[in-house]
C-alpha cells in the first residue's frame, strides 16, 4: 500500500505541472509534445495501478481461501461467524393502529426484530415483504394486503433508542380492502443482505372494524 501511495504521488507531481500548462493560452509546439508524452506515461502508469490493485485484491482473496482450507472452514463455518440474524421477531406492541379517531382501526402496525443466534436484536440490512392474510376469508379472497420494501427503504425502518431495537411498518388498509373479520395475520419475510438468507415469521392479531348499524331496516310503508 505504501509503494502505491508513493507512485499516486508520482502520477499527481506529473499531473499537476500539466493542468498548469493547460491553463496557458500559447504553448510551444515542443512542450506541447512533452506533455502529451508525459501524459500518456501518466495514463500508463495509473493502468499499471489499477491492475496491480486488481491482482493484490485477487491475492487477498486467495489467501483467505488457503487460510480457511487450513483451519478446515468451510463456507457455511464462515457465515456462522458473521453477525447476522438468524430469526424474526413480532414484538407484542404490534397490533391495528387508528389515525383518524373515527371507530375502527386504519392498518396494522408491525414491529419487527431481527434476531442473531445470540438472542440479541440487531439492526440488519435487507429487504422486507410483509403479507397481511384475513385467515376466516376463503383462500382465493383471503389477502387484504401486500408491502414491500427494499434494503435502503427498510434502513430507514429502523428505530433503535433506550432498550427497543426493530424495524417499525405501518401497514394501512388499502381503500375498499378493509379487512371482513376482527382477527389477521401478518406474514413477515426478511431477506439478509449479508448472508441471502431469507427469515419468516407470522402472527395473528386482533383487530377494531368500524361499527356496522345492526338497527332493523325500515319498511317504505311505515
Not at 502529451?36 to 501518466?42: D, G, K, T
Not at 432498550?163 to 388499502?174: D, E, K, L
Not at 378493509?178 to 406474514?187: I, K, N
Request: with cysteine.
Amino acid at each position: 500500500m505504501a509503494a502505491s501511495r508513493r507512485t499516486t504521488h508520482w502520477v499527481m507531481s506529473l499531473l499537476l505541472p500539466l493542468l498548469a500548462l493547460g491553463c496557458e493560452s500559447q504553448v510551444p509546439a515542443n512542450d506541447f509534445r512533452e506533455v502529451q508524452r508525459q501524459l500518456q506515461e501518466s495514463r500508463e502508469e495509473v493502468r499499471r495501478l489499477g491492475d496491480e490493485l486488481a491482482q493484490q485484491a485477487e491475492l487477498a482473496q486467495a489467501l483467505q481461501a488457503r487460510i480457511a482450507r487450513q483451519r478446515g472452514l468451510t463456507r457455511q463455518d464462515l457465515l456462522d461467524e458473521l453477525v447476522a440474524p438468524v430469526r424474526l421477531e413480532l414484538e407484542e406492541m404490534s397490533g391495528g393502529y387508528d389515525t383518524d379517531g373515527q371507530p375502527g382501526d386504519d392498518g396494522i402496525a408491525l414491529f419487527i426484530r431481527p434476531i442473531d443466534r445470540d438472542g440479541h436484536a440487531i439492526k440488519a440490512a435487507g429487504s422486507l415483504r410483509i403479507t397481511i392474510l384475513d385467515p376466516l376469508s376463503p383462500p382465493n379472497a383471503n389477502v387484504v394486503a401486500e408491502y414491500h420494501f427494499d434494503v435502503p427503504a427498510t434502513r430507514k425502518l429502523w428505530y433503535g433508542r433506550l432498550w427497543t431495537y426493530h424495524f417499525t411498518v405501518r401497514c394501512p388498509w388499502p381503500p375498499g380492502q378493509m379487512p371482513l373479520h376482527d382477527e389477521v395475520t401478518a406474514h413477515v419475510a426478511f431477506t439478509d443482505l449479508l448472508t441471502g438468507k431469507l427469515l419468516t415469521t407470522q402472527k395473528a392479531f386482533k383487530i377494531t372494524r368500524p361499527l356496522v348499524s345492526t338497527a332493523p331496516a325500515t319498511s317504505p310503508d311505515s
